[in-house]
């Protein structure tokens, strides 16, 4: 047995939690540089704005219709996932980190299950302010589905029965009521099966999840993929897909961003070069890998006129490592070899290459002074940077006022960080 825990839209839920005010509200939450909407309450999905869509297409809505459209502050999200993962965890034995905002629990072991499962949620409602939902099944296939159905119930009252609304255990429905249920059903609605299968699917006759879980196995297989065949095993109750408890460790790692304003001096683009050096590095090194290689790249905007740039060039370490010097050196080098004047860039960004794992270094002569072992040295400052938030240490080469001038992201309806820097944290006055 499987549960899938998912904060209710998310984003838009940490931002309520600090701001009650905006309970009731249609709130988009928009993405890098207030770019487009990347969350939605309910209210603004019932106004009609879209998943991504551009901020200057729904602007005018806060005029007309209340809309508060915030940017988006991933400090915050970031530290409210963990709060509610860790209580999330309590559900069963173990848990598998799926997204920000999702992970499966695996049910093994655990008795009355959808009672334990009520708790959880109110657990993290009074602890954390996330509103869940709960879906339950017998594959993790089913769990996600479940989840869709206690997020519908609770907000499209009418859609499904309304005791399956916030949590919904298929497991302990009767046959003939999961049937009703399953015929209500898109297939499109099932983990795994996109826009493409899905019209596939349609256009065989296969519309509905009850359809789909009575579909031949070796037609599935033949026509599309074992992969279908495996999500039509799982429908049907027969688990296939596994609890991954960490995820594989990343074979590339890269800092990309658009910046605030287009950029033409070599100044800035090394500042914001060497900030996205030291980020990539950062992630490097907590998932205790060295890279072999480091790319670093800048380009033109293809929409708006003007002559074109888009460059990018790899620089090879002299040997793997994690250290955030030597890796933003290399970028530095890399970008000032790619450099030319005249040109309003308007995104860069550092990718890792070529990464390996840190414990299986190779030994080798003394290099001398450049290749003294720094771990130490990075090891408090990430401590640090984690404890006191992001940039409190970083590379002079950054830039004294990191993200300041004209690179730096445009966030002008950033909340504070309420729940990671002492600064922003909230004050009740009685
Ligand atoms: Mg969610």
Redesign the pocket.
Known sequence: MFALV???N?YVSCERAFRPSLIGRPVVVLSNNDGCAIARSNEAKDLGIKMGAPYFQIKHLEITAGLVALSANFALYGDMSERMMSLAAGLGPEQEIYSI??SFISLAGVRDVTRRAWAVRERIARGVGIPCGIGIGPTKTLAKLANAIAKDAERKPGSYPAHLARVCNLAEMPPRELQTLFEQMHVGDVWGIGRRISNQLNVAGIANVWQLTQADLGTIRRRWSVVLERTVRELRGESCIAMEEAPPPKKMIACTRSFGHPVEDLAPLIEAVSEYASRAAEKLRRQGGLAGQVQVFAHTSPFRPGPRYSRSVIVPLVRPSADTSLIARSAIEGIKRIYEPGFELIKAGVILLDICDGSVQQNELALGDAFRDRSALYGALDKINTRYGRGTLHLAATGMNAGGARWGMRQERRTPHYTTNIEDIPVARC
Do not use: H
């Open positions: 998912d904060g209710n998310f905002d999702e």
